[in-house]
């Protein structure tokens, strides 16, 4: 599976709250579209995903996926 980098990567306001462990996915992530934050631009890695919000990563994963 290929997810190709559309777009430049944002910092979060919340970065520095990222695992080191997990940054390099969570700007792939970010960088395919899958993952976008929350309006104020934050990560919120200490807080649980929504139902929502993981419906929306998995949309946006599988429209990657199905190209």
């Known amino acids: 599976m290929v997810v190709s980098d559309s777009s430049e990567a ?3 306001a919340d970065y520095s709250s990222i ?3 997990y940054e390099e996915a969570v700007i792939s992530m970010q960088q395919a579209g899958i993952m976008t934050g929350d309006t104020n631009k934050n990560f919120n890695p200490k807080s649980n995903a929504t139902r929502a919000e993981v419906s929306s990563m998995l949309y946006r994963y599988i429209l990657q996926t199905v190209k």
């Open 10 to 12: 944002i910092t979060y």
């Open 19 to 21: 695992g080191k462990y």
